[in-house]
């Protein structure tokens, strides 16, 4: 689930800069999953405090899933920039930061940070 989880909360939080109110039908729709699959995955988020939820079923990340979401962003930002600098064309980039960046460690980013630089 770490993967996954990372990934809801990433989209999440890109949502969150786009539109003023974010819904699971949002999620659905960026990341191209059925309702039920995004709502179970809601409910698990909740239940580990990293979201919670309004009466208007809109969706806002805790302070933790706040954190967690930003530093999943940066990994994502900081590895498409590094591939695009060596290379690769922004599309794939992305995409294969969005795979990297769920296995990455810490050492290894910042390194990637300081060669950026």
Do not use: W
Request: aromatic fraction near 6%; include cysteine; glycine fraction near 4%.
């Amino acid at each position: 689930m770490r993967e996954s989880r990372e990934m809801y909360l990433e989209t999440i939080y890109v949502l969150t800069q786009k539109l003023d109110c974010v819904h699971a039908i949002d999620v659905c729709q960026h990341m191209g999953f059925s309702k039920p699959s995004v709502s179970r995955a809601v409910g698990l988020l909740k239940k580990e405090g990293l979201i919670y939820t309004e009466k208007d079923s809109s969706l806002h990340l805790t302070e933790e899933g706040q954190k967690k979401a930003e530093k999943i962003y940066e990994r994502h930002t900081t590895l498409t920039s590094f591939l695009i600098k060596i290379g690769v064309s922004p599309e794939t980039a992305s995409e294969d930061a969005c795979r990297i960046e769920h296995h990455i460690s810490d050492e290894t980013l910042e390194a990637i940070k300081n060669q950026i630089k």
